[in-house]
C-alpha cells in the first residue's frame, strides 16, 4: 500500500513510456511459457472471442490518446518531463486528468486480452499500479509550478475515473503532431486489428515497428524545425538588440556633442 503513495523513481517515470512497451514481449514470452503452446511466442493464435473486444478496445485507447496529444506538439509528448506552460483543463483533460495515461491503460489492456482475461487484467493492473506512481510524480511537478490553479484543478477533475467520459473523445481538431507521435500506439491498434482479423498475433510486430519509425521520423524532423525556428528567433533577438545598442550609443554622441557646443 505504501508502495502507491510513493511517486516513482527518477528512471520509472524518465522511462515510463519503454517500460510498457518492453512489457508486451515479456507478457507473450510469460504466457507462451506458462500454456506451453507449440505457437512461436510473438505470433500465438487469437480466439474471436477475444480478439474482437481487444480490437475495439485499443482503438478507442489511441483515439484517446490521439485526441488529448492534439493539444501538444510531438516535440513536448516525447520531451521526459510533462511539464507545460499552463494548465491544459479543456477537452479530455476536463474529464480526467491523465488522458493520455488513460488511453494507454485501455489500449494495453486490450493487447493482452489476445492473451485472455486473465492475463490482461493482471498485465493492466500492473500498469495501472505504475502509472498512478508516475502520477503522483507529475502532481507533484505541477502542484509546485502552478500553486493553487493546480490544486483547484485537481478538486474538479478527477485522477482516473472521466467525470464526463464522452469528453474523452472529442474537443481539439487532430493534429499531425499527434497522429504522427502516436505513431507506436496507432501500430499497435492496427496489428490488434489485423490479429482479430487473421486469428494471429503475428501483425502486431511489423506494424507496431512500422508506427515507431513513423513516430521517429516525424519526431526528428519536428525537432529539427523547432531548432530551427529558436535559431532564427535567437538570431532576431540580437539583431534588435544590436539595433538598439547602436540607437543608443547614438543618441549618447548626440548629447555629448550639445553639451560640448553649449
Request: proline share 6%; with cysteine; hydrophobic share 45%.
Amino acid at each position: 500500500m505504501r508502495l502507491l503513495l510513493t511517486p516513482s523513481t527518477r528512471f520509472e517515470y524518465r522511462y515510463r513510456a519503454l517500460l510498457l512497451f518492453v512489457s508486451q514481449p515479456v507478457l507473450a514470452a510469460a504466457v507462451a511459457l506458462w500454456r506451453q503452446t507449440s505457437d512461436p511466442w510473438y505470433a500465438i493464435q487469437v480466439p474471436m472471442q477475444l480478439a474482437w473486444p481487444a480490437a475495439v478496445m485499443a482503438v478507442l485507447g489511441t483515439w484517446i490518446r490521439v485526441q488529448a496529444s492534439s493539444y501538444f506538439t510531438s516535440v513536448k509528448v516525447a520531451q521526459p518531463d510533462a511539464m507545460t506552460d499552463e494548465i491544459v483543463d479543456t477537452g479530455p483533460f476536463g474529464s480526467v486528468r491523465n488522458p493520455l495515461y488513460l488511453g494507454s491503460l485501455l489500449e494495453f489492456f486490450g493487447y493482452a486480452v489476445c492473451f485472455g482475461w486473465v492475463p490482461a487484467f493482471v498485465y493492466v493492473l500492473f500498469h495501472l499500479l505504475r502509472y498512478q506512481r508516475v502520477v503522483l510524480h507529475e502532481e507533484e511537478l505541477f502542484g509546485k509550478a502552478f500553486g493553487t490553479q493546480f490544486v483547484t484543478y485537481c478538486q474538479v477533475v478527477p485522477r482516473w475515473i472521466p467525470r464526463s467520459p464522452w469528453k474523452l473523445f472529442y474537443g481539439s481538431r487532430w493534429t499531425m503532431d499527434a497522429v504522427f507521435g502516436n505513431g507506436p500506439f496507432i501500430g499497435l491498434a492496427a496489428g490488434v486489428i489485423v490479429s482479430a482479423m487473421t486469428g494471429t498475433l503475428w501483425p502486431v510486430v511489423p506494424l507496431e515497428a512500422a508506427g515507431f519509425l513513423m513516430a521517429g521520423l516525424h519526431f526528428l524532423f519536428r525537432s529539427q524545425a523547432h531548432a530551427s525556428a529558436e535559431t532564427v528567433c535567437a538570431t532576431e533577438d540580437r539583431e534588435r538588440q544590436s539595433d538598439g545598442s547602436g540607437v543608443t550609443n547614438g543618441l549618447a554622441a548626440s548629447s555629448q556633442s550639445y553639451a560640448g557646443r553649449g
